[in-house]
Structures are given as structure tokens and as C-alpha cells.
């Protein structure tokens, strides 16, 4: 049996003990044998029988621990990034990220960016990655991603990744970058809905009305289908005391339908007399 390593000598107060020999299998061995597959954490432990060597394998957010010949009392952790696609990994992060258990998605996705480290593509790495660190709430990391996501040769969604890195600078108090990178998201994507209806958000924040109410009204103009535009001017007519536009601009947000064109023509003439209003 192999000597354990000089990090696992060390954890004689009471840290898990593992090795890199398994029931006459080095870890090594062990990484070939289950190169390419994909364990996923909602699996019950899981033992594979047959050939030369028979395993068995616990699945944890960035790793697993694998044994071999029934050798259970000597596990070998092996990180997944050594064996698994990028794909499982990703796998992983989804499914971390829909229980909520954002710090599991967290450590799954570190494991992708150490895979794909030094590369300019797997834009779609970057961008989970930046959503996860959102959730968490590490809103520099998080941006600092989207960005990278932004800069990689794949990225096909560059006014989306964007707009996301906008917001995290928006959110750190830094409205002159998210402003330059909302107006970059349209330079990239001229017809991006989600970088005008984004660009309302960002007007309304600022407390220019009229400039998020334009950019509301040119989504729906574009697209009547973009029903979030729908929410956001419901509420910025509520906002300016309007009894009128609050509940069929909120219906069709909620009932998922699109306005008839002249409804939303007269909404926007209302709007602009409301604004003028407000602002005499």
C-alpha cells in the first residue's frame, strides 16, 4: 500500500485522511480508468464491477472520492477537473445552482475555470461563472468574468455578457463603466432588446424617466413580445401617479400577451404628457 502524501500526514486534528494507492490501484491508474466520465452529484454512490479492477465512487461538488477492489477504507480523492469533460462539470454547476446550493456551484465552476485556463473560448464557462459569483454576491469577481466571457473567440452573445458585467458595475457604484458597457452591448449588437430594456433600468436609476420610458417604449415597438419591458413601465406609471396604464401594462407582463399596437401608442403619448407634467 502506498505511503499517504505529506499533506494527508498532517491531519491528525481530526481532517479526512485520504491516499494514492486504493486495493492495488495508484491514483494514476485510478484517473485513467475513469477518464472522460461524468459522475453527477445526485447520484447515489455508485460501484462499477468487472474487468481488472472494480470501483467505487462518491460524487462532491469539485471532486470525488474513489476506491478500488472494495478497498473502501482507503479512499483517493482526485479532482474532477483531472477526469471530467468540461460539459459534466458544467452539469454540475447547474445542478447545484437550481437547489440553491451556491457555494457547491461555486466550487464546481472554480474546477472549470482551472481546466480552461490560458484558453480564449468556453465563453459560456465564463459566463456561468460570473452568474454564480453574482448569486454570491461577489460582484467583482463576478463582473471581471463576464468580461473575460466578453473577450473569448467563441462568445456569441457578446450584448448579453455585456450588459451582465454592466450591471455588477452598476450594482459597485460605478455608473460611468456600466453606462460606457451598456452603450458597448449596442455598438456590439444593434438590435439587442436586452440592452435597451437594460438601458431602462439604468435611466430609471439615474432618475431620467424620460430616457427609460424611450428605451421601455422602443423594446415594445421592436418586439411586443419582450414582456419585461411590459413590468417596468407598468411600475414607472404607477411612479407617476397614472390610474391608468398600471393594470394592462401589468396584465400583459403576467398573462405572458402582447399589447395591440394602437393601446401602445396611446400609452406612449400618455407617458409623455405625464413626464411633461412631472417635470414642470
Known sequence: MAEKSGKQQGSDAGEPVFYEESGGVTKAQAIEMIQGLHFSPDQSPMGVAGGSNGYGIISYPGFVLMFCNQDSEHLMQIPKREFMPLTGILQDVVY??????????????????????????????????????????????????????????????????????AATFCIRQDPNTGFALYHKAL???????????????????????????????????????????????????????????????MDCFTQSRSMPAKDLAAAEADMQKLLARASG
Open 187 to 249: 455598438e456590439e449588437e444593434p438590435e439587442s432588446l436586452e440592452a435597451r430594456h437594460d438601458l431602462g433600468g439604468f435611466h430609471w436609476d439615474m432618475g431620467e424617466l424620460d430616457k427609460a420610458a424611450e428605451y421601455y417604449f422602443s423594446v415594445l415597438k421592436k418586439d411586443p413580445a419582450y414582456h419585461a419591458s411590459y413590468e417596468e413601465l407598468s411600475n414607472l406609471f404607477a411612479q407617476l401617479g397614472d390610474t391608468v396604464w398600471p393594470k394592462p401594462f
Open 96 to 165: 447545484y445552482a437550481d437547489q440553491g446550493d451556491y457555494e457547491s456551484a461555486a466550487a464546481c465552476v472554480i474546477e472549470g475555470l482551472s481546466r480552461n485556463e490560458g484558453a480564449d473560448i468556453n465563453w459560456g464557462l465564463y459566463c456561468t461563472a460570473g452568474e454564480v459569483f453574482w448569486r454570491l454576491r461577489e460582484m467583482e469577481l463576478a463582473g471581471n468574468l463576464f468580461l473575460q466571457a466578453y473577450q473569448c473567440s467563441d462568445c456569441d452573445q457578446k450584448a448579453h455578457v455585456l450588459c451582465q458585467a
